[in-house]
């Protein structure tokens, strides 16, 4: 080996690698991780380049038409009202990852705010702070969401509050775990000794270091909520007409499907494909950040 080479050798083994580094090159090495990340990517641009993508307007309706297999024009067929299915994807999938991400946001905000409050300060406050999540848990969510749509009316944006509202209890234990470990670490004792806020120890020391499982819980928690959205639509309690969701369009596909089945199997597919991509990455992006692995 040239000196050269040694040199370079010596100089990157120095310089290391970060966990996050590491964990990316991990992943590229996952196809199916790699292959979903591709998936969602897609998925996503086409819901914000629905306006354009989308054959015809989400309004257009031919009657006479009525419901027609997939042809050169329709190219996924059409509804009994003679409206574009591919159409009516494109924006049902707008509301449905708009619901999923959202949702998820909410609950990953409030989850990780509770979880590493109730980590930190431990003693009486963790006890009372996860008392009120194990009674949460008890609680039946559907009844919930329910009284919600009855007392504020069914809007979108609820929706997403509401569902987000009640997926951050599982968040909450996780991050809540990891805090109890990362206080004891050195890194925590030194700011404490420096001086350093509560507030700023928790800011800046120690939600930056519980990303790990985050990041793993979010994209595992999106596809749980989207089919939670989707159950609330086949019930008649989600997204409403005219607008749609692929939960929606399914409901409505299944009182057709004897009669025109590609009602049913097209956003059927849609919905898989995306959730299948979702927990591939999340598989991907666990193996990847788990400590115990992060080292080839």
């Known amino acids: ?16 690698s970060s966990l996050w580094k ?16 591709f998936v969602l990517m897609l998925m996503c641009i086409a819901a914000l380049l629905t ?3 989308a054959p015809y307007s989400y309004e257009e309706q031919n009657l006479i038409l009525g419901a027609a297999p997939p042809s050169a024009q329709h190219w996924l067929g059409t509804d009994t009202l003679g409206r574009d299915l591919l159409t009516r994807l494109l924006y049902g999938g707008r509301i449905s990852l708009a619901v999923g991400f959202i949702a998820t946001a909410v609950a990953l905000l409030i989850g990780v705010l509770y979880g590493t409050v109730a980590g930190y300060f431990g003693g009486r406050i963790d006890a009372v702070m996860m008392r009120l999540v194990d009674i949460l848990y008890a609680l039946p969510f559907m009844i919930f969401i329910i009284l919600l749509m009855v007392i504020f009316g069914r809007n979108i944006l609820l929706l997403f509050l509401a569902i987000g509202a009640v997926e951050w209890l599982t968040m909450a ?12 670490q050195e890194f925590v004792e030194a700011a404490v000794s420096l001086g350093l806020s509560q507030w700023t120890i928790i800011s800046r020391h120690l939600i930056p270091n519980t990303l790990g499982p985050v990041i793993v819980y979010t994209t595992l928690t999106i596809p749980s909520v989207m089919l939670f959205e989707a159950f609330l639509s086949f019930l008649g309690l989600g997204i409403q007409p005219p607008q749609s969701s692929w939960g929606l369009l399914i409901s409505y596909g299944v009182e057709t499907m004897e009669e025109y089945p590609w009602l049913l199997i097209f956003p059927g597919l849609a919905l898989s494909i995306t959730l299948f991509a979702l927990n591939f ?12 692995t992060s080292k080839d």
Do not use: F
């Not at 000196?3 to 120095?14: C, F, P, R, S």
């Not at 990455?281 to 115990?292: F, I, M, N, V, Y």
């Open 281 to 292: 990455l999340g598989d991907g992006l666990r193996d990847a950040l788990d400590p115990r």
């Open 22 to 37: 590491d964990a990316w090159h991990r992943l590229r090495k996952n196809k199916m991780a790699v292959g979903g990340l």
């Open 173 to 184: 234990r996780i991050v809540r775990g990891q805090v109890q470990t990362l206080r004891q």
């Open 1 to 16: 080996m040239s000196t050269d080479a040694t040199l370079a050798n010596i100089t990157d083994a120095e310089q290391g």
């Open 51 to 53: 306006p354009w993508l």
